[in-house]
């Protein structure tokens, strides 16, 4: 099975109803057709780099490589490249729809890898049904890749392929459809025995599918200690025993002899019964026959076997885990393929063997074990997942698979003398690895998984705007907030008809309209002209402005409690809708002004840049608020911030205003927090490269690459911010209003209805933590 990207499954997407079809097809085939594309690494704006890329140059690698065939991985991508390969005989739920179509999916695949594990990958789609011919195809692309990740390949040739390729090959061979899911499986099964007080060795396992990760999974149980005399195989003919006919080898082993034939003979005394097979085949009525405290994987997707809310009602007793992200314990292969190609390549390992994937197991089980840092429990909107009954498997999401995972995997291999290249400093590599946690989409989703658990109530002011309508169609599709729409009802039915978008005005939204809405608008009237009346602004001024500015109207909504967060702006000039916010919404206890925070997601991920748009010329005591105030914001997005305060002047070089200013905000910060991992000042380069900096001096404390710049003023913040997005095509967030009361933020006339969701996560997360100190006083 692909692993899938954690959503809330609903029955639209079941359907795929015409609007998700032509949204997937649009998402496939705009701007770019494809999901992927090969980049350079090295620049090549020089003759001299031409030559030494390619002639004469790079004969000097080829010399190396046919020395020493190790070289490689020195002078090659190859250490790093991973071939998806498909004969698209079982593909998904689609069955045998051939290598041509099924390249979508191993495109996908592909960039799960890149996004996740920074590991590049080609997807090859063979014309080869055969098995001698597919392998011979395969086995001769050997010297380009460091390891082969077979997919949708269709049983029983899959474990014919596997192990031939194995066998022939001297780097890694995994077909995720077994090993992926079978590591994931495993792994909820260890922490649901444990919960249940049961012991791996004693327990009886039912199967409802008999296919390659069926047999997969229960391999991998009996090499953990799982008897097979305990294991009983039921497939789509009933179950899997010793008198059926043409029983395939890869089968056969498991067969039992018994008079049972279906899979409700078979239920009595089971302790796990583990579904792998089509929607409804569990009945309610027969869970009365599992043994006291059973474990139910029902993992057929998007329906399971059976439903958790059926388990409960009829045994309460039991720990249910789903394929599915909208109910607790999500068991995805997403949690483990890319960490342990990861853990494999960085070894130079000849394979992925037994220990390996039990090495993965343990340390995906022992990750839900372990309490959660701070900095997970923000990401998780401050509660972070507590191990129990629906808590028995980590988060897809969650950013510490990379660091659990790689290494017990290199740990494996090295101790079982399959890595090539053993790693001498398990701590400089775990420090490597964290280069990875926070790239490109991975900043976003536990933002927008922490959204969802607690929906809030967020003003959109531009309600009319048609970013604000499509953003609001993803946020009602996804979950994340209840949105509130301001602007005239007419004017967006017309729109969502005419875009085509499937908005229930009814149900799903809230419209007011300020001009109309009396019963709502005239209390916040009055409350305007209180909060207005000495800042300038005349009692028939500020009637007129709650009807006819919409940000006004938006943020005396958040103001008056009928919010829990306002998005405004959009159109027009950002900072007169700044202006329209600040005086309604006052800034939080001890704040002394409100700053801008924008995020850009990279492809070398994450950079927060502050202060973008708000203080034109900071003293040293604001940019040290300031900077507290963006590490506390980059926390929430479950980042540890890792500050570089930015100059001209790097390290004392210089003692201009501007640098002795930085220099003093450097120590007021440090004075105020001690534990926070910051230096300065220094140049941008020096931010972003640890060789550069440690060039500079010899006792930073900063490590790595800095994800917070603070400027010295706001034309070095907007220039810079605006300068990555250009070229370095990043995508944007925000900007984020850091030290106000209550979650407001203001849309630049150049956001996209993509930065609209982003902002919208990022407010109603915000919402949690305000409302969460608020209840503890």
């Not at 997937?24 to 057709?33: Q, T, V």
């Not at 930015?646 to 003692?655: E, N």
């Not at 941008?684 to 790595?704: C, K, N, Q, T």
Request: charged letters at 25%; a neutral charge; aromatic letters at 6%.
């Amino acid at each position: 099975m692909l692993a899938r990207i954690p959503h809330r499954v609903t029955r639209r997407e079941m359907a795929m109803d015409d609007d998700f079809r032509k949204a997937a097809l649009d998402y496939h085939r705009l701007p770019r057709p494809g999901k992927l594309a090969i980049e350079p690494i090295k620049r090549m704006a020089t003759q001299r780099d031409l030559a030494l890329a390619y002639s004469p140059g790079v004969a000097a690698a080829c010399d190396a490589i046919s020395a020493d065939p190790d070289a490689a991985r020195d002078y090659t991508a190859r250490g790093n490249l991973v071939a998806v390969i498909s004969n698209g005989t079982a593909v998904l739920g689609l069955g045998n729809i051939g290598p041509l179509a099924a390249k979508p999916v191993m495109e996908g695949k592909a960039v799960l890898f890149k996004k996740f594990a920074g590991i590049d990958v080609f997807d090859i789609e063979v014309d080869a049904t055969d098995p001698a011919l597919f392998c011979d195809v395969v086995a001769a692309l050997e010297p380009t890749f460091g390891a082969i990740n077979l997919e949708d390949i269709k049983a029983p040739e899959c474990f014919e392929i596997e192990r031939t390729l194995r066998a022939r090959m001297q780097i890694p061979v995994f077909h995720d459809d077994q090993h992926g899911t079978a590591i994931t499986v495993a792994a909820a099964i260890r922490n649901g025995l444990l919960l249940q007080g049961k012991r791996l060795e004693d327990v009886r396992l039912v199967t409802s599918g008999a296919g390659a990760a069926a047999l997969a999974c229960v391999d991998l149980l009996v090499s953990m200690g799982l008897r097979q005399e305990h294991v009983i195989l039921t497939d789509i003919a009933g179950v899997v025993h010793a008198g059926r006919e043409n029983l395939d080898p890869s089968l056969a082993r498991y067969a039992r002899t018994t008079d049972a034939r279906t899979l409700a003979d078979v239920l009595e005394g089971c302790d796990v019964f583990l579904g792998l097979s089509a929607p409804r085949v569990l009945k309610a009525e027969w869970l009365g026959r599992l043994a006291e405290k059973p474990l139910i994987l029902a993992l057929a997707n998007p329906e399971p076997e059976i439903l958790p809310e059926a388990v409960r009602a009829a045994r309460p007793d039991a720990i249910v885990a789903t394929g599915r992200s909208d109910y607790p314990n999500q068991v995805n292969n997403v949690l483990c393929f890319p960490f342990i190609f990861r853990g494999a390549l960085d070894v130079s390992a000849t394979e992925i063997n037994e220990a390996m994937k039990i090495a993965a197991v343990e340390a995906i089980a022992e990750l839900a074990r372990i309490e959660a840092s701070e900095v997970v429990a923000r990401a998780y909107g401050g509660a972070a997942p507590v191990f129990g009954p629906d808590y028995i498997i980590p988060k897809p999401f969650d950013p510490r698979l990379i660091l659990q995972i790689a290494p017990a995997v290199a740990r494996a291999a090295i101790a079982t003398g399959v890595a090539r290249r053993p790693i001498a400093d398990f701590f400089a590599y775990r420090r490597e690895l964290e280069r990875f946690v926070f790239r490109s989409g991975q900043l976003m989703r536990p933002v927008f998984e922490a959204a969802k658990k607690e929906l809030r109530r967020i003003v959109y002011g531009e309600g009319e705007d048609e970013r604000v309508l499509r953003a609001v169609q993803t946020i009602v599709d996804d979950g994340i907030a209840e949105p509130i729409l301001l602007g005239r009802r007419a004017v967006i039915e017309r729109r969502v008809r005419e875009m085509g978008l499937r908005l229930d005005l009814d149900e799903s939204v809230r419209i007011l309209d300020p001009t109309t809405d009396d019963a709502t608008f005239a209390p916040l009237v009055r409350e305007y002209q209180l909060l207005s009346g000495r800042r300038g602004v005349p009692p028939d001024a500020a009637a007129r402005r709650v009807p006819t500015r919409s940000s006004v109207a938006a943020a005396m909504l958040l103001h008056a409690g009928h919010a829990d967060a306002a998005i405004c702006g959009g159109s027009g000039n950002w900072w007169r809708q700044i202006q329209y916010v600040l005086p309604i919404i006052p800034r939080r206890p001890g704040a002394t002004r409100a700053y801008a925070l924008s995020c850009l997601i990279l492809q070398g991920g994450a950079l927060f840049i502050a202060d973008t748009h708000m203080v034109t010329d900071p003293t040293a005591e604001q940019i040290t608020e300031m900077t507290m105030l963006a590490a506390e914001t980059v926390r929430d997005f479950g980042i540890a911030p890792k500050v570089a305060i930015l100059s001209h002047s790097s390290f004392g070089a210089s003692d201009s205003t501007s640098a002795r200013k930085m220099r003093t905000a450097l120590g007021l910060i440090r004075a105020r927090c001690p534990d926070l991992e910051i230096d300065g000042e220094m140049h941008a380069d020096a931010a972003l490269s640890e060789a550069i900096r440690d060039r500079a001096v010899p006792d930073s404390r900063l490590s790595g690459t800095a994800n917070l710049l603070i400027m010295p003023n706001i034309d070095a913040a907007n220039i810079a911010f605006n300068l990555l997005k250009a070229a370095a095509d990043g995508l944007p967030i925000g900007p984020m209003l850091l030290g106000m009361s209550k979650p407001v933020h203001v849309l630049v006339p150049s956001v996209t209805a993509r930065g609209i969701v982003n902002l919208s996560a990022v407010a109603a997360l915000h919402a949690q933590v305000v409302e969460a100190a608020a209840a503890a006083g």
